[in-house]
């Protein structure tokens, strides 16, 4: 069955540096999304994607974050300069095109620990 | 805005006996509603869902339905097994936009099942 998938599982790095996640969404899919969920908090919505660009973010989703899709198969999310507070459980997932209300497929999560 | 409020775990119940997990929303309009499974270490799964009121998501033994008056989407088993142990997340999506299906997510109720 098709999944998505996601690297790394876990990710620590140092305050101000650079990091990226990377997702494989379902390959037939056209919507790509990114949550994450901050240590006994809510799952909360980052940004979706949608031909080439976003379609919706939320205010969590800074000028430190920006998602690409650099090919046919992966979607990346660069936050530019971490802080301690982007510390959470990030998960990518996709939905395909069936009119309304399409099922988001999620990946198992890459856990990102800023010191 | 919208918004998610699920039962505050964790719960610990029995092999065999019956499962409740509450879950109520706020929303503008007429969301779609689901609930969500993540066993460990895995990513979020789709358990079952409702998109419009009255309608009853079922899937696995599990059921939910779509209560406008009380705004509720409570997850039930009749008997639940120790296969069953994992956090339920409760999440409503938005007036459906086509590729732009967000979904508010509640905090999670981890559930364990003795044997």
């Known amino acids: 069955e098709p999944e998505v998938t996601q690297t790394p599982s876990h990710q620590v790095t140092q305050m101000g540096q650079e990091v990226i996640l990377r997702c494989v969404p379902i390959s037939n899919h056209l919507y790509f999304y990114w949550y994450r969920q901050i240590l006994g908090q809510k799952v909360e919505f980052l940004v979706s994607?949608?031909?080439?660009?976003?379609?919706?973010k939320s205010e969590i989703f800074d000028d430190q974050f920006s998602v690409e899709r650099p090919d046919g198969s992966n979607f990346t999310l660069k936050i530019r300069s971490t802080k301690l507070e982007d510390s959470a459980m990030y998960f990518c997932?996709?939905?395909?095109?069936?009119?309304?209300?399409?099922?988001?497929?999620f990946g198992p999560g890459t856990r990102l620990t800023v010191l | 805005g919208n918004s998610v409020t699920q039962m505050e775990g964790p719960v610990t119940l029995s092999e065999e006996a019956f499962l409740t997990i509450n879950c109520t929303y706020t929303a503008t309009g007429y969301p779609s509603l689901f609930w969500y499974v993540q066993y460990p270490g895995e990513g979020l799964q789709l358990l079952l869902k409702a998109t419009k009121a009255d309608d009853k998501g079922s899937n696995k033994g599990f059921e939910a339905t779509y209560r406008k008056e009380t705004t509720s989407f409570h997850l039930e088993k009749g008997s639940v097994q120790v296969s069953d142990s994992a956090v339920y997340f409760c999440a409503l999506s938005d007036l459906p936009s086509f590729g732009n299906e967000k979904l508010t997510f509640g905090t999670g109720t981890r559930l364990t099942i003795i044997p």
């Open positions: 997932a996709s939905s395909g095109l069936a009119g309304i209300t399409d099922t988001q497929y």
């Open positions: 994607f949608y031909n080439n660009e976003i379609s919706e």
